[in-house]
């Protein structure tokens, strides 16, 4: 038995189904074409008057009263001018389609992604034009096969597959006899299936679709199309199986949802196969899919990230302002005063600030998965950000392009109802790109008129990064402009006098600067239209809106994309930013140089908002309160004793360990990453979260129902780990609260639980020994960062919050030992090792100095002032003056707490 009987029935239905499509938009194209001039033609006539001799005699009708026949023919000659604009953007469309066709042929899924942005008279014009050429192809493109007609069991494994429902028991696996074996089977997709589904049936594990996935997004199917949305299958599409021995000999039915335990022998400790599936032969990566991260695919890679109504920038310039916020809270611990009472504020859930979703884009975009078997479904993972110093304006087919596209001689003009947007967020990547150089000088320079920043930035007055020079005319900023042309040509010359005699680089002189200008005297124009001329790619951009002179024009409308302008830019999208967002990142960015917002300006950008951003001491959650935690203050307690009475003790301060009554289990390095993160997440909330919580956390993709099933799967998995490492089957390690889920803190004892209660004690004593006992407790417990060496997202909600608590432990406990101590060294140990980890905190040098002072040791004082000030400088800061002071005013006692 052949396959060739079926595959040429497969290939008339598809050629059936392309001369379908072919004629119903053959039809639509040609009733808009023709039919409707036709139409108009038969039923007014001719949209021009035939019968006027002259002016006077066309102003002469036009005076005459209104009459029926007059109205008619003007709304005749409305609906052909309606019909004229048709067919202007239809003509548009279709050069978009020819220019697109390569990408259309391997993508079918660029025509909705280009559609979904425009209106719907444009949209409708580019449906129409796309799926006329694309049917026409697929009628005319030669039918291939994907099967091995040498294989003959394969027809019936595929019969026997697609005739399966969507919730069947697996079917067993055929093995091939042919002499080029495969790493696959083909599979027919029918009505109603997803990959999840796909994956239970017949792999055995839902978590398993993205290797279906992975195998058959190569495949070009019978319409043209290609697998580009995992979440978009077409009935009879094929679909390729990975078949291997491990994927074999280990299917079965799905878990079951039920969380009881079954009375079987508990499953054996060996990972799940990490065979990766391997592409097509005839599938060559490009080099673009060559550089990407395992399991990453292009199109799951945006560059564009949206950081409120209206807005969007670059992943590059979000990871400048996640450089402002980590610069910005190094300012805020500058002068924070030790205190373990101070509740915190639990953490935002809307992510409601720009800086907020920025800055979790870029943790997404460091959060790799490393481990071969780390096949959770995610929520699509931003690209990685161009290198440090990059300004990037704008999307080009999934990259990012830079300042560069817009140094073009003769200068930028931008116009168009998305032009001032666009010019927002140039001014504010210029900002946020200088973040990642600090100390070092800013690559990009922004000049500018205050008038041009007060349109765009109204209400935002005050300082501004350093990265920008505000002028307060536009003459003054044209000078800056030629002044900076003069330096960078000088700066070009010793270069390369530097070059010729064997030197490095000079440095401190920006690479480029752009010159923004709104508005310009007519007297201004000719020496502007001049140092226009001189723009060049990596020294000068020219950037004006309203009137000004300018050889290209760039018109862009509200979403940035680019209707008209250079060739450079066609199908690009610029990023832009509404005033509101735009404020709210001005904010961060003064908050990176310890610069705090105006009264005005707070107003206009929800401080309360921002200041999750850029505090160090909120708003980061803090361990529950002995009233919001369900287990009660004796389940704490426990949770805080010695290994011996817990079968099972997680270390999550440093490198996460897993020990089983008191030895380290290595079994914990050879499970799942997502499984480390499940056990690490329930370890740092102990009051438990619920499935959305955790689903939102470990950045899970899918409905509410699918992260759900996930959540299950995940908890299943920590459970078989911790029976398996404990030679247990009955007990649980995971609880369920109602809807929360938690680790039992009966069996599972935390280093983070016992942190947390000493923190608990130390804040509520009033024994002064008893309260150094319970920093001594947190300091010893402290072992370094949470989850050293992982990159979970949550982690950042957590991490400042722990170790400043940390810090403070250290600080009060020097400050006790020094009150009750004449020795001086365990109080400076401690002190120096808050320095350590907190190196910008002012306050605590400022102990350091008067113990070093009040022992005679000068010498130790000034150089401690220099370890400071060195410090300060990663921050574009100094030593405030009473620090200073303190090595010559006179000597005092040391600080008691």
Known sequence: MTSKPSTALNSAVRRLGCALRLAVSAAALSAAVAGIPYALFLSVGSPWPDRVTSVDDLLDRLSQPVSDPFVLTLVALVAWVCWAYFMAVLARETLWVLRSLPQLLRDAGAVRRHTASLPAHRAAAAVLVATLLLALIGLWRPYTADADESDHRLPALRQVVAAAPVHASPVPPQTTTSRSTKAYVTYTVAPGDTLWDIAAAHLGDPLQWPKIYELSCAIRQSDGSLLSDPDLIMPGWELRLPLSKDASDTRRPAPPSQDSPKPSSPPALTAPPTAEATPPADHEPSQKEQTEEPGQSSARRPVAIGVGPASTIGITAAAGITAAIVLARRHASRRHEADLTAPLPEPKRDLGSAADRAHRAVLASRTTRHDTDAHLPRRPVPA????????????????????????????????????????????????????????????????????????????????????????????????????????????????????????????????????????????????????????????????????????????????????????????????????????????????????????????????????????????????????????????????????????????????????????????????????????????????????????????????????????????????????????????????????????????????????????????????????????????????????????????????????????????????????????????????????????????????????????????????????????????????????????????????SR
């Open 384 to 895: 990685t950000p161009r290198e440090p110093g990059a300004v990037t304006v704008a999307e080009l087919r999934g990259c990012e392009l830079d300042m560069d596209a817009l140094a073009l001689p003769g200068g930028v003009h931008l116009v168009g109802p998305g032009a001032c947007d666009v010019a927002r967020a140039i001014a504010l990547a210029v900002g946020a790109a200088a973040q990642r150089l600090r100390p070092a000088p800013h690559a990009v320079r922004l000049i500018t008129p205050a008038p041009t920043l007060d349109r765009l930035l109204p209400g935002a007055g005050g300082e501004f990064p350093k990265a920008w020079t505000v002028t307060d005319t536009p003459l003054a900023a044209l000078e800056t402009a030629e002044h900076f042309l003069l330096e960078h040509a000088r700066h070009q010359q010793e270069r390369l006098t530097a070059h010729a005699e064997g030197q490095g680089d000079p440095d401190n002189v920006p690479a480029m600067a752009v010159l923004l200008l709104d508005r310009a005297d007519p007297d201004l124009k000719p020496r502007l239209a001049a140092l226009a001329a001189q723009a060049r790619s990596g020294r000068l951009a020219v950037l004006t809106l309203d009137a000004a002179p300018a050889q290209h024009a760039l018109h862009i409308d509200v979403g940035g994309a680019v209707d008209t302008g250079p060739d450079s830019l066609a199908d690009a999208t610029l990023f832009t930013l509404a005033p509101e967002p735009a404020i709210e990142l001005l904010t961060t960015l003064r908050a990176a140089h310890g610069k705090h917002p105006t009264a005005s300006a707070a107003r206009k950008t929800h401080a309360t908002d921002v200041a999750h951003s850029t505090r160090t001491d909120a708003p980061i959650p803090t361990p529950p309160s002995p009233e919001s935690d369900p287990a009660g203050p004796a389940s704490r307690k426990e949770s805080a004793t010695s290994n011996g009475k817990h079968p099972v003790h997680i270390k999550l301060f440093g490198r996460f360990t897993l020990t089983v009554h008191g030895k380290e289990c290595a079994l914990a390095d050879a499970r799942k990453e997502e499984t480390r993160e499940y056990l690490s997440l329930l370890g740092a909330y102990p009051s438990g979260l619920n499935a959305e919580e955790i689903a939102d956390k470990m950045n899970l993709a899918g409905n509410p129902e699918e992260t759900k099933a996930k959540v299950a799967n995940l908890r299943r998995s920590a459970r078989r780990l911790l029976r398996t490492a404990t030679g247990t089957h009955t007990p649980s390690f995971v609880i369920l609260s109602g809807e929360r889920q938690r680790l039992d803190p009966q069996l599972v004892a935390t280093d983070l639980a016992a942190f947390t209660d000493a923190v608990r004690e130390a804040a509520s004593t009033t024994t002064p020994y008893a309260h150094a006992d319970a920093l001594r407790q947190i300091v010893e417990t402290y072992d370094g960062q949470l989850c050293d060496g992982s990159d979970y997202m949550w982690l950042d909600d957590l991490r400042p919050s722990l170790h400043r608590r940390a810090v403070d432990a250290l600080v009060l406990l020097a400050d006790h030992m020094a009150q009750h101590s004449t020795d001086p060294e365990p109080a400076l140990a401690l002190l120096n090792q808050a320095a350590d980890f907190d190196p910008t905190n002012e306050r605590v040098y400022q102990r350091i100095v008067r113990l070093q002072r009040d022992v005679g040791r000068d010498d130790a004082a000034h150089r401690t002032l220099a370890l400071l000030s060195h410090r300060l400088a990663d921050i574009d800061a100094e030593p405030e003056p009473a620090t200073t002071a303190l090595l010559y005013g006179a000597v005092r006692p040391a600080a």
